[in-house]
């Protein structure tokens, strides 16, 4: 009943509501009534849960695939190292080696606070690893950085970073080690609440430093290292 209310009665959040009905499988008829929208519009609301529908029973499939980005939009045969995952048991277009392999965090979209200084930290890590004869796997969604350039890493996954990547992306690759102390608080985030036994040079009392500026700031004093007067 609340609900209904709150469709009837213009609001700012309105919409929300309506498409919470949607999500009870309310038809387009009975929410015209109650809202008195006209149907084209409630149409395409209801679309979105349609699409939001597919999308989480497509989430919820464990099989995944990864296929190549064609970054040359089929002007001529490239063989980039471009990736990205699909719901489904399909061919992988994965370049194959027998090398070893490290994962990098990377630190995903540009925001306050969390921007290119993460991204050039990735980029100098991968470009070392390859250095010494490893193949590095740099994790991303942000194609806006050059972590994401075509020669920077041996292979590159556009996908969110989110835990549910990082799992199959170890269970495929079988990378020995992950770095994600150098993409911020979204690698930082990402694996703070999941036991990933293959981290580089990190644990979590390291992690719970470098997520809090107190605990940060202190242990720089610790250390005896010098820092900016405005740094915190």
Do not use: H
């Not at 008195?36 to 979105?48: A, S, T």
Request: with cysteine; hydrophobic share 40%; aromatic share 16%.
């Amino acid at each position: 009943f609340k609900l209904i209310k709150k469709i009837i009665i213009p609001n700012s959040k309105r919409i929300f509501y309506i498409l919470d009905a949607f999500r009870m499988n309310f038809s387009i008829k009975n929410v015209f009534i109650l809202s008195k929208i006209d149907p084209w519009f409630l149409y395409y609301i209801k679309e979105i849960i349609n699409y939001e529908k597919k999308f989480f029973k497509f989430n919820n499939n464990n099989k995944l695939s990864f296929k190549k980005i064609d970054s040359c939009s089929n002007e001529f045969v490239c063989s980039t190292s471009y990736l990205y995952s699909i719901s489904g048991n399909y061919n992988n277009e994965i370049r194959y080696s027998i090398n070893k392999k490290i994962l990098i965090i990377g630190s995903g979209v540009n925001r306050i606070g969390q921007s290119l200084e993460f991204d050039y930290c990735c980029t100098k890590a991968s470009k070392f690893i390859k250095k010494i004869g490893i193949d590095s796997i740099i994790l991303n969604c942000n194609p806006e950085t050059v972590s994401t350039d075509y020669d920077v890493s041996s292979q590159l996954i556009f996908d969110p970073i989110i835990k549910k990547n990082i799992f199959f992306i170890l269970n495929y690759f079988k990378p020995i080690f992950i770095i994600s102390q150098l993409g911020g608080q979204t690698s930082l985030n990402t694996i703070k609440y999941n036991n990933f036994t293959k981290q580089l040079s990190i644990n979590n009392l390291i992690n719970n430093i470098c997520n809090s500026k107190i605990k940060f700031n202190n242990f720089l004093k610790i250390e005896k290292l010098n820092i900016f007067k405005n740094f915190f």
